[in-house]
């Protein structure tokens, strides 16, 4: 993918940018929670329906836009079709994640994105909660703090912000445990770095967020 790379930050904003985490969507490696429910097919359709829903709401925030994939690829799953065409129609730029686990891979992203610019937001395509105001009071509380995180229900977070890093910012956090948001404002307190929260919003990793997310999508209106 010759557009797929360890990526310059765009320079369009000096303000700041969004950037969507991703798994390539292959069967029995994405929402592995919701396989018994939809089998390992069902899970992978449901990872792409909501990567895409993440990306058209990032999208609307009107902001320079990266899509990190999670590794590099040669040649993409063919069901990463529909999200590769929503990325060449908004003129997203693609990106590979760095790091042996998920804070190093977070930490290096927003390292590189605040060499161009004064701030970065990460969301995970599994937050389709996070729409275009979230992003945008995210990014006024880093008027005042280091970081900022939206709380997920799980005791995660949907979003993670900030205008400064330090190294090992996310080091020794129990990446999908109830404890990520503890431990991260653990962290951050010790290096010194300030931060805030945003209310909570919900992520989807169980049958019922699944249920949940197709609940609000019939209900919400059209765009």
Known sequence: MSDT????????????????????????????????????????NAHVRLSRRVLANLAEAGLPLQFWWDRALVTPPVAAGPILADLETLGVRQCIQQGNDLGQRMHGAL????????????VGSDCPSVEARYVQAALA????????????????????????????????????????????????????????????RWDVDEPEDWQRFLRELAEAPER
């Open 141 to 200: 509380l880093l008027d005042r703090h280091d970081v900022v995180m939206g709380p997920s229900d799980d005791g995660g977070y949907v979003l993670l912000a900030a205008k400064r890093t330090v190294p090992a910012m996310l080091d020794d956090i129990e990446w999908g445990s109830g404890r990520v948001l503890a431990q991260t404002r653990d962290r951050l307190d010790r290096l010194g770095l300030s931060h805030a929260s945003l209310e909570p």
């Open 5 to 44: 790379e360890n990526p310059r930050p765009e320079c369009a904003s000096p303000e700041a940018v969004v950037m969507q985490f991703a798994k390539w969507p292959v069967p029995g490696r994405v929402k592995t929670r919701l396989s018994p429910l939809l089998g390992d097919e069902g899970a992978m």
């Open 111 to 122: 390292e590189l994105a605040l060499q161009r610019h004064d701030k970065a937001v990460i």
